[in-house]
């Protein structure tokens, strides 16, 4: 350009390009995840094959003679001496003349060939100029986390408001400083007051829904339903996939998808007016401007992941102890990459709603929030309710009037009339009883008094809580005092300290003691 650009905006991968960065302060608006991450896993082999085949001087003619061969220390030495003379760079050569063919088969070979085993399964490899590997012998994948090189930059910020300050230096190759914007005593007050973002804890159980076996439909129904009812709209809803595909499956949530069968966030039916997911939420604004909101369910990619970035790291991450749920851990740096997938991912859904300064309602459906996040009220699913008590509901809703024998031979109904009896008198006897009865001297007689109102799932419990739009002129004032935290945040009542590091002195380290990320899996984790 003939003409000066003063601000450049680009993509993550854009911070490869030196013409980009030379001379240019480089910002990094949220965590990179998997934007110089890449792993090869089922078309591993015949990409190290291929590669092999067509490099002379390396004695491994395939990758099953590589991995089985590896300990044959002349062979070895070989293939490491070529290595050493001709570098381990990606091949870009081949990949537009053989479809087995992969950029990055050299770094993987060497990976294989020169990695140190961690004793957890992995093994990893640092191939220079900060880019570090992992192969994974139980699933047979190379991952490769190659970072940025901005050298030629005139400086690094990068911008996260839930950062884990180890993984951001390994995925960046850079040590930084870790300013925070807020005290550790003004987010509460920020998010409750400035944000106005109320938040309802509605489960004490950190309920990781990766799998389906732990995702509680049911449960999940019940309060959608609950939320639903006590305010009058349906909430938008953040949690993973699979609980996603769970609510589809069981008639619960319609979600629309496209062409292809992918999720496009919308709802065709159901107590949800769209939905979002774990991995594709971050810097969303699709729910900046709704009121109502639910993120059930925690993140939990599996043990791999978390040893895969241990690896990064140069750290043997294993399981610490038996614990699950609250009382799980892993060792070292294992327990940052736990807290960095599970408890700022949950944050951070909390707070794509209400974006705009008017705040929002938010139903927390897992206890992984940070101790610090303030909460508005707490709710609980007391009871979720069986097939047969759906089918006494459903059945008494067409009528006005029963005994207990009238629906327990309801074609609709299965249960028998013992059941069908003590269905009856739970309602009856709820403080909000949705059927009146009455008993005749021969038994009872059951009317309806609001039995279509009843939650079709369950019993909830929600505490009611206060909530009101921010005007036009408060949400000009906090985008106002946003831009000005950080010079109001950071002063220190001594007029002659040092400001150049947080209080407590610097805290970086070293580069080689750093690592991790959050981005989901791969299919060789």
Not at 272 to 300: C, E, M, P, Q
Not at 421 to 445: K, M, V
């Amino acid at each position: 350009e003939d003409e000066p650009i003063d601000v450049l905006i680009g993509h993550y991968a854009h911070a490869h390009k030196p013409k980009v960065t030379t001379g240019r302060t480089v910002v990094f608006d949220e965590f990179p995840g998997g934007a110089y991450e890449t792993t090869l896993a089922g078309d591993l082999q015949r990409a190290v094959s291929c590669w092999l085949a067509g490099t002379d001087g390396i004695p491994f003619d395939s990758y099953t003679d590589l991995l089985e061969n590896r300990d044959d220390e002349s062979r070895r030495s070989d293939a490491l001496l070529w290595f050493d003379e001709n570098g381990i760079d990606p091949d870009e050569t081949h990949v537009f003349d053989d479809d087995d063919a992969h950029a990055t088969a050299p770094l993987a070979a060497f990976t294989i060939l020169a990695g140190e085993d961690l004793g957890n399964g992995y093994e990893r490899a640092d191939l220079g100029d900060g880019t570090r590997a992992v192969f994974n012998r139980s699933t047979g994948a190379v991952s490769i986390l190659q970072p940025p090189a901005p050298e030629y930059s005139t400086g690094i910020v990068a911008m996260d408001g839930t950062p884990t300050k180890r993984m951001w230096e390994l995925v960046l190759g850079e040590r930084l400083n870790h300013r925070a914007v807020l005290a550790e005593n003004e987010r509460a007050e920020y998010v409750r007051d400035a944000l106005n973002l109320n938040a309802v804890r509605t489960s004490e159980y950190v309920k990781p829904y990766n799998s389906p076996d732990h995702v509680h439909v049911d449960e999940d129904a019940a309060l959608l339903e609950a939320i639903a009812d006590k305010h009058g709209d349906r909430p938008g809803v953040i949690t993973t996939t699979t609980a996603l595909e769970e609510y589809d499956a069981a008639g619960v949530v319609d979600p629309e998808r496209d062409d292809h069968g992918a999720l496009t966030g919308g709802v065709s039916d159901g107590p949800a007016d769209a939905v979002r997911w774990y991995g594709n939420v971050l810097g969303s604004n699709k729910f900046k401007d709704t009121r109502l909101g639910a993120v059930i369910g925690s993140n939990h990619y599996g043990d791999g992941f978390i040893k895969k970035w241990g690896a990064y790291a140069g750290e043997t991450v294993v399981r610490d102890g038996d614990g699950k749920g609250t009382d799980l851990s892993y060792t070292g740096f294992g327990g940052d990459v736990l807290q960095h997938m599970r408890e700022h991912d949950t944050l951070q859904s909390v707070m794509r709603f209400g974006r705009d300064g008017n705040g929002a309602v938010v139903y927390v459906h897992t206890n992984t929030l940070p101790e610090w996040f303030p909460l508005a009220g707490e709710g609980r699913v007391t009871r979720t309710r069986s097939d047969g008590e759906r089918e006494v509901l459903n059945a008494a809703a067409d009528l006005e009037e029963w005994r207990t024998a009238d629906l327990a031979e309801h074609p609709a109904v299965s249960v028998g009339e013992r059941q069908v009896f003590n269905i009856l008198n739970r309602l009856a006897e709820r403080d909000d009883a949705p059927i009146a009865r009455e008993f005749d001297g021969r038994g009872y007689t059951y009317r309806d008094d609001g039995i279509r109102e009843v939650n079709d799932h369950g019993e909830v419990s929600l505490e009611p809580v206060e909530f009101e739009n921010a005007g036009e002129e408060t949400v000009r004032e906090i985008s106002r005092s946003s831009i000005y935290t950080w010079d109001f945040l950071n002063q220190t009542a001594d007029p002659g300290a040092d400001r150049s590091d947080p209080p407590g002195g610097s805290s970086s380290t070293p580069i080689d003691a750093v690592g991790a990320g959050d981005t989901p899996p791969d299919p060789g984790d």
